[in-house]
């Protein structure tokens, strides 16, 4: 069975990161395994760039490529500001063009980010709309927060409710699967889920009081491939225990009902981050927090506590329960 979805770190470091053209001394952050975005040296500042695709979700796919992308800004501790995007449509899709660019206009609104260039086609050989996005975004921390800066003994914790993207995406694309098995006001409710998929609001005030060690949007691999990434770029392991993890009824129905995880299903909306143990009161402070676990030495491995007291040993990274589904029904 052929994997979809990320690939390997070991492929990333031979393939990707040793060809990274030009060295130039105005890049701060270069690409690296688990960073949601790079870092330049402009002239007004450093800029904080992303780009991410959207390709395994059909519905509100120009909502998602904004706000995935304004995400991965802003878990860097920058205000995301200019958007662009190459949307590449099936031979059929033209009609989805209208749809795809009302979303994007709408989002970006919501967001008070322009669109300042991109492209679209026809493509050949694709059977639904691929939209790739970069948004560039200003800091508004004093310096940038990476996912390589957690340090063991910090705080894990997490924002919302686990699986949010895949949750919504679930209900639209694989209805057809879910229907007579799960409520069709549960599938309603959770299609609604796309719109809670921004972390920038909690994200720029966790970078603005300076509560973060590390910060990370969790997206393949969900929650707990997202605390994967976070470790790996720290060289830290972490512990997570599922029983400290907020799971929405709507998601957990749907996820019972397609035998999938939660914890392991695509998570944009979630915000993971490393806090120091010494702001725990501050973080208090701050609705919507929820500590899951912590950062520990990179010798104690990667933890899941499960609910019945089990151990999950995570020990490379995690296959989103999105494209297990997709590989298995197609």
Same mark, same amino acid.
């Given at each position: ?5 990320k $690939?390997? =770190? ?5 393939f ?19 960073e949601?975005?790079?870092v ?7 800029l904080?760039l992303?780009?991410?695709p959207i390709?395994?979700?059909?519905? !509100? ?10 995400? /991965?800004v ?7 500001k ?8 099936p ?18 609104r919501?967001l008070?980010v322009?669109v ?9 050989g ?5 939209? #790739? %996005?970069?948004? $560039? %975004?200003?800091?508004v921390? @004093?310096?940038?927060i990476?996912s ?6 910090d !705080?894990?914790?997490m924002?919302?409710?686990?699986? $949010?993207e ?6 639209? /694309?694989?209805r057809?699967?879910l229907a007579?098995? #799960?409520?069709n006001?549960? !599938? ?7 719109? =809670?998929?921004s #972390? #920038?609001?909690?994200?720029?005030r966790?970078a @603005? ?16 491939g ?5 470790? *790996?770029a ?5 512990i ?7 799971v929405? =009824?709507?998601? +957990?129905i749907?996820c ?7 914890l392991?299903l ?7 981050a490393?806090?120091p ?5 501050r973080?208090?402070?701050? @609705?919507?927090?929820r500590? $899951?676990g912590?950062?520990?030495? +990179?010798? *104690?491995?990667n933890?899941v506590?499960r ?9 490379g990274?995690?296959?989103d329960?999105?494209w ?7």
């Amino acid at each position: 069975m052929k994997k979809l979805g990320k $690939i390997d =770190r070991e492929l990333l470091e031979r393939f990707v990161f040793r060809r990274l053209g030009y060295r130039r001394r105005d890049v701060i952050v270069p690409p690296r395994f688990g960073e949601d975005a790079g870092v330049v040296r402009a002239g007004g500042g450093p800029l904080v760039l992303a780009t991410d695709p959207i390709t395994g979700a059909s519905e !509100l796919a120009g909502w998602l490529s904004v706000h995935v992308n304004a995400n /991965d800004v802003a878990v860097m501790g920058a205000e995301p500001k200019w958007f662009s995007a190459t949307i590449l449509l099936p031979e059929d899709g033209l009609g989805g063009l209208d749809r795809i660019t009302h979303d994007i206009h709408r989002a970006c609104r919501s967001l008070r980010v322009a669109v300042v260039t991109g492209h679209t086609e026809v493509s050949p050989g694709i059977s639904r709309p691929i939209i #790739v %996005g970069q948004m $560039i %975004g200003e800091l508004v921390s @004093r310096r940038p927060i990476t996912s390589s800066g957690a340090r063991p003994g910090d !705080l894990l914790v997490m924002s919302k409710t686990a699986g $949010i993207e895949g949750t919504a995406i679930l209900a639209s /694309d694989f209805r057809s699967m879910l229907a007579g098995r #799960v409520p069709n006001e549960i !599938l309603a409710q959770a299609e609604k889920f796309y719109e =809670r998929i921004s #972390v #920038v609001k909690e994200a720029l005030r966790l970078a @603005r009081e300076g509560l973060a060690n590390a910060m990370h949007d969790p997206t393949e691999g969900g929650l707990i491939g997202g605390a994967y990434e976070l470790a *790996e770029a720290s060289s830290c392991s972490f512990i997570i225990y599922e029983e400290a993890i907020p799971v929405a =009824r709507e998601t +957990r129905i749907i996820c019972e009902a397609l035998e999938c995880d939660p914890l392991k299903l695509i998570s944009s909306g979630v915000l993971l981050a490393a806090v120091p143990r010494r702001l725990a009161k501050r973080l208090s402070r701050i @609705r919507g927090f929820r500590v $899951i676990g912590e950062l520990r030495g +990179r010798g *104690e491995g990667n933890i899941v506590v499960r609910k019945d007291g089990s151990e999950e040993r995570i020990k490379g990274p995690v296959l989103d329960e999105l494209w297990r589904l997709f590989m298995e029904h197609g």
